[in-house]
């Protein structure tokens, strides 16, 4: 979960944020994948989701502001997908409550960030990059 310059889109609001999501969620998957116990693990699970739950709202509302101020065409589908995710992790939080912090609901969890973020960082963000690179271009 190391940060790569690639993932950097111009704006300093948005990497430093992104920046910060990738340093939480490799913190996480150290400690998950850590030899201690799994009882001491739950703490920083715990962490976790209560960062992302507050920390992905505030800055899918940061990248949504930042993409209507540029006129992003693509920006109301992803809206959709912030939205789509911030469900997801509500569901997490919802199982979390339900089950508890069993190992193979917070590894299914620890996969679900993962994935998110690097494809979303990665693949869906670079086009506000790109976005912004054909203005600059073309100014």
Same mark, same amino acid.
């Given at each position: 979960?190391?940060?790569?310059?690639?993932?950097? =889109? &111009?704006?300093? =609001? /948005?990497? #430093?944020?992104?920046?910060?999501?990738?340093? %939480? +969620?490799?913190?996480? =998957?150290?400690? =998950? %994948?850590?030899?201690?116990?799994?009882?001491?693990? +739950?703490?920083?699970?715990?962490?976790?989701?209560? @960062?992302? #739950?507050?920390? *992905?709202?505030?800055? @899918? $509302?940061?990248?949504?502001?930042?993409? %209507? #101020?540029? &006129?992003?065409?693509?920006?109301? %589908? $992803?809206?959709? /997908?912030?939205?789509? @995710?911030?469900?997801? +992790?509500?569901?997490?939080?919802?199982? @979390?409550?339900?089950? &508890?912090?069993? !190992?193979?609901?917070?590894? #299914?969890?620890? &996969?679900?960030? +993962?994935?998110?973020? /690097?494809? $979303? *960082?990665?693949?869906?963000?670079?086009? /506000?990059?790109?976005?912004? $690179?054909?203005? !600059? *271009?073309?100014?």
């Amino acid at each position: 979960m190391m940060w790569k310059d690639k993932y950097t =889109l &111009g704006v300093d =609001l /948005i990497d #430093k944020q992104h920046m910060e999501l990738f340093e %939480r +969620v490799e913190s996480f =998957l150290l400690v =998950l %994948r850590s030899k201690e116990p799994w009882e001491l693990k +739950v703490e920083k699970v715990k962490e976790t989701l209560e @960062f992302m #739950k507050e920390y *992905v709202v505030k800055h @899918f $509302h940061d990248e949504e502001c930042y993409q %209507r #101020k540029v &006129g992003y065409p693509d920006c109301n %589908r $992803h809206c959709e /997908i912030h939205a789509e @995710f911030t469900s997801e +992790v509500q569901e997490f939080v919802k199982l @979390f409550e339900e089950q &508890g912090y069993e !190992e193979p609901l917070v590894q #299914k969890f620890a &996969g679900k960030l +993962v994935a998110w973020l /690097i494809n $979303h *960082v990665a693949a869906t963000d670079q086009k /506000i990059a790109d976005y912004i $690179h054909r203005l !600059e *271009v073309e100014a």
